[in-house]
């Protein structure tokens, strides 16, 4: 098959992701060929990351969250002016509308609680109760774990300088007893995904007696 000269000719170029390793917190950058490389680090200061499985690229350690999302966010563009394409966290994505995870946050509980208004069976509370407290990924552990990265890094801080560490610390027990309430939510949405109605709960269905059988008795031979 020949090439029009009316079409566009394509480049395959490695697929390159950028995203926040959930264990690690680090900012990672994986795929892309040498050249995805270089632009990694000269756009945005990523620094090589040998691994048993496969090279990766990485932002340093400690860096300033706002500092990773600017450097990542500049990695990104100028891989794609170079034509790669790249997938780029949108929680590390600076040109995103002000305040937009916020709105969007708030439109997807205000759904949540829509939902819930909703639901008229014991499958449609256990979905809604999943996404509230599922482990690692429901929004009570998330939230928790937002708590913990607070009240450790302020507790720190607060007995650096001398201070009383009390406030951090009732943070600390607010935080605990939270994620026990997650566990226990977690727990009850188990009962009601695994409780299934029988016919004769139904209020006002009774359940008729079993009929006659009209089948002839089988004769011994």
Do not use: C
């Amino acid at each position: 098959m020949t090439r029009r000269d009316d079409e566009p000719t394509f480049f395959a170029l490695d697929y390159v992701t950028i995203t926040r390793d959930p264990r690690t917190r680090l900012v990672v950058a994986i795929g892309g060929d040498p050249r995805a490389a270089g632009i990694l680090q000269t756009a945005g200061g990523f620094h090589s990351a040998p691994s048993v499985s496969r090279d990766y690229h990485r932002l340093p350690h400690h860096m300033p969250v706002e500092h990773q999302r600017h450097s990542a966010t500049a990695a990104a563009h100028a891989l794609l002016l170079a034509g790669y394409s790249v997938h780029l966290d949108p929680s590390l994505n600076t040109l995103t509308a002000p305040d937009g995870d916020r709105q969007a946050a708030h439109r997807y509980l205000d759904q949540l609680a829509e939902r819930a208004r909703a639901a008229e069976t014991d499958q449609d509370v256990a979905t809604v109760l999943a996404e509230i407290a599922a482990p690692e990924e429901g929004l009570l552990p998330q939230l928790v774990q937002s708590l913990i990265s607070t009240w450790a890094t302020w507790g720190k801080h607060r007995r650096e300088v001398g201070l009383d560490e009390e406030p951090a610390d009732q943070l600390m027990e607010i935080t605990s007893s939270l994620s026990n309430h997650a566990r226990r939510i977690t727990q009850i949405r188990n009962q009601a995904a695994r409780h299934t109605p029988s016919p004769s709960a139904a209020p006002g269905r009774a359940v008729p007696p079993p009929a006659p059988s009209t089948a002839p008795s089988a004769r011994r031979r």
